[in-house]
């Protein structure tokens, strides 16, 4: 059932519930007509319902779900106005506030009704509001960061990268309200405004040391048609990569090198029995009739690095696949006789096979620097992996002998980790921003999850993520080929 939480006059009154990721609502300023949030649970979507005169000069009016936080933090949702409303300059987006009261020191991410999109800010309190305008009109996705003293407005239509402007010298405090808002720019009329995939992020320290030190996760399925994204839970501790069983039934991912089975219907998560096989890293495959899971791991030598087994989907004993150490798996053959991996061998990173049940390995490429994230598509004809040899991070594609290497992106992304659909008409991938180092896929960056068809084409944004490293690793595509799995990241304060 929706959550709904109103304010009604008088105007101090702050409806205290939770709802959604929000403490409280309640209209600011001396609205004439109460405004209400309703939080749909199950969809985790937002509908605001305000009035107020505006949001200009020195003093605002507006209704606002928020809840308080300190320090760094990214705030990110999708958010429109569902009907076509009366004043052109309506407003909704994210605020940030150093105060309740109508005058207070603020910054906001604001799209109108007629699509100007600007940060809008004040920075002391009683102040007149300042902007800086977006060239984009209309964009529905909607990023406000803070970074210590400066704040950064990123916008996007959905599909497309962000556009973004840095506001630097705020002299606040270090706890702020966060919040949705809307605003119908007319005091005698309410305006609706709904958003969904909304977070609000606690970025790692600057001071974070790889593989050492972690923050929070959630893991989040995607709608690969629409964007809609959905937490199905989150958690102070590290996991990562994600698997979808061929059954639709469950997602397989790791957890300091513990592999973990969490049913979708029931929420309950169960330990999967891999017996001395404990440190598994995110490279995690299962076999495409569902009856196998393959695991890279460092349990039997640490000092020989990964080495690659298989052990029944339910768990059990272990098998040792590889001889040979520094093995990292990725994919699995459709008709099961093959597991595809990146190795490193005399100083190089390539992509190599090797028979399910053990045997010789065959070294697939040759070129120099890394090749990685090898995967069969469903046919069984070609494996797509990402590699370096053009200078950039980019998806490449082969025959399942190795044969036809051809790259297939090309743009200034580093891009890692092809997953093909099960029903074989796209990909998708991680993108890392071109700051990246192209042999690097780091923790805990802004980086996009895009898809393009199978043949090549033009390539879409379908997630906006704060994550990186251990997000989607793995192939993890539902069977009906709508869905994918992922993690992102936050710290839990």
Not at 125 to 133: L, M, P, R, S, T
Not at 323 to 345: F, I, V
């Given at each position: 059932m929706p959550i709904v939480m109103s304010l009604f006059v008088p105007l101090a009154t702050i409806a205290q519930t939770s709802v959604g990721v929000f403490k409280a609502t309640q209209d600011i300023g001396p609205v004439l007509h109460r405004g209400e949030t309703v939080y749909e649970e199950t969809a985790q979507k937002y509908t605001l319902k305000g009035a107020g005169a505006n949001i200009w000069f020195a003093k605002d009016e507006f209704h606002y779900a928020h809840t308080k936080v300190s320090g760094d933090f990214i705030l990110q949702a999708r958010g429109r106005f569902p009907f076509a409303g009366v004043d052109p300059h309506r407003k909704l987006g994210w605020m940030i506030r150093t105060g309740l009261d109508t005058s207070s020191a603020m910054v906001c991410a604001a799209?109108?009704?007629?699509?100007?999109?600007?940060?809008?800010?004040?920075?002391?309190?009683?102040?007149?509001?300042?902007?800086?305008?977006?060239?984009?009109?209309?964009?529905?996705?909607?990023?406000?960061?803070?970074?210590?003293?400066?704040?950064?407005?990123?916008?996007?239509?959905?599909?497309?990268?962000?556009w973004t402007v840095e506001v630097p010298d705020f002299d606040f405090h270090d706890s702020l309200y966060v919040g949705l808002f809307v605003c119908s720019h007319n005091k005698d009329v309410v305006?609706?405004?709904?958003?969904?995939?909304?977070?609000?992020?606690?970025?790692a320290a600057l001071e974070f040391r790889p593989y050492q030190d972690y923050i929070g996760s959630n893991l989040e399925i995607l709608d690969v048609g629409t964007g809609v994204r959905k937490i199905l839970f989150s958690t102070p501790d590290v996991i990562q990569a994600p698997n979808w069983t061929p059954d639709g039934k469950a997602l397989i991912y790791n957890s300091h090198g513990l592999i973990f089975r969490y049913d979708l219907a029931s929420g309950v998560h169960a330990q999967i029995n891999t017996d001395f096989v404990t440190q598994n890293n995110n490279d995690h495959v299962i076999s495409f009739d569902g009856s196998l899971l393959g695991l890279s791991s460092s349990s039997v030598d640490p000092t020989s690095g990964s080495l690659i087994f298989t052990v029944p989907i339910t768990g059990g004993m272990p098998e040792?696949?590889?001889?040979?150490?520094?093995?990292?798996?990725?994919?699995?053959?459709?008709?099961?006789?093959?597991?595809?991996?990146?190795?490193?061998?005399?100083?190089?990173?390539?992509?190599?096979?090797?028979?399910?049940?053990?045997?010789?390995?065959?070294?697939?490429?040759?070129?120099p620097g890394l090749d990685d994230g090898s995967e069969y598509s469903p046919d069984g004809k070609y494996i797509y992996y990402n590699s370096v040899q053009s200078g950039k991070m980019e998806l490449w594609r082969m025959t399942s002998e190795g044969k036809e290497q051809t790259q297939i992106t090309d743009d200034e992304y580093q891009n890692w980790f092809p997953h093909i659909s099960p029903d074989g008409k796209w990909i998708v991938f991680l993108s890392f921003m071109p700051e990246v180092e192209p042999e690097d896929h780091p923790f805990y960056k802004h980086v996009y999850l895009r898809k393009m068809p199978i043949e090549g084409g033009k390539m879409k944004i379908i997630a906006y993520i704060y994550g990186g490293q251990g997000s989607i690793n793995v192939p993890s595509w539902s069977p009906d080929s709508r869905y994918v799995a992922f993690v992102s990241n936050s710290l839990v304060r």
């Open positions: 799209v109108h009704g007629d699509g100007l999109t600007a940060v809008q800010y004040r920075k002391s309190d009683g102040a007149n509001i300042e902007e800086v305008k977006s060239p984009f009109l209309g964009p529905d996705v909607i990023q406000l960061e803070r970074r210590g003293r400066s704040f950064f407005l990123s916008v996007a239509h959905f599909g497309r990268p962000f305006e609706t405004a709904v958003f969904d995939n909304v977070q609000i992020i606690f970025p040792q696949i590889t001889l040979q150490g520094h093995a990292y798996l990725h994919g699995w053959s459709p008709d099961g006789k093959w597991l595809t991996y990146t190795a490193q061998r005399n100083g190089e990173h390539d992509i190599y096979k090797i028979p399910s049940t053990g045997g010789e390995e065959v070294r697939l490429t040759q070129a």
